[in-house]
């Protein structure tokens, strides 16, 4: 799968993700590390990539846009650092891999996602 790690979560979890295959890329490795969140998933859904973030904002944003992608994976922990999420977000990818592809918003704690599909209502 092809991923967009936001600026607020490490750099580290791209390596990870990369070595289980996925497709990660960090955005400040993209574009611009003070990019509005509205930029950011304008980019992931030209480049088909899902959003991995800690920004809550992302829930609003995919609301008022009644878009069908990208899909985004909000991490709702306090510990973000990649030794401490970089499982789960695998997990979550592989067991939601079906509604990720088809657009879906995902919340998602070390042992709880909830999914929601896109577009929102």
Same mark, same amino acid.
């Given at each position: 799968?092809?991923?967009?790690?936001?600026?607020?979560?490490?750099?580290?979890?791209?390596?990870?993700?990369?070595?289980?295959?996925?497709?990660?890329?960090?955005? /400040?490795?993209?574009?611009?590390?003070?990019?509005?969140?509205a930029s950011i998933a304008q980019w992931a859904r030209q480049n088909g990539c899902v959003i991995l973030t800690h920004d809550l904002d992302f829930g609003d944003l995919l609301f008022a846009s009644n878009?069908?992608?990208? /899909?985004?994976?909000?991490?709702?922990?306090?510990?973000?650092?990649?030794?401490?999420?970089?499982?789960?977000?695998?997990?979550?990818?592989?067991?939601? /891999?079906?509604?990720?592809?088809?657009?879906?918003?995902?919340?998602?704690?070390?042992?709880?996602?909830?999914?929601?599909?896109?577009?929102?209502?």
């Amino acid at each position: 799968m092809r991923v967009v790690v936001d600026m607020c979560l490490p750099p580290d979890l791209v390596a990870g993700l990369m070595e289980a295959g996925h497709d990660a890329v960090h955005w /400040s490795q993209v574009g611009d590390p003070r990019a509005l969140d509205a930029s950011i998933a304008q980019w992931a859904r030209q480049n088909g990539c899902v959003i991995l973030t800690h920004d809550l904002d992302f829930g609003d944003l995919l609301f008022a846009s009644n878009e069908h992608a990208p /899909s985004v994976i909000i991490v709702r922990e306090r510990d973000t650092a990649a030794e401490h999420l970089l499982d789960p977000v695998i997990r979550v990818l592989a067991q939601f /891999s079906q509604e990720l592809n088809a657009g879906a918003l995902i919340a998602m704690t070390n042992g709880v996602a909830r999914v929601r599909r896109l577009p929102l209502k």
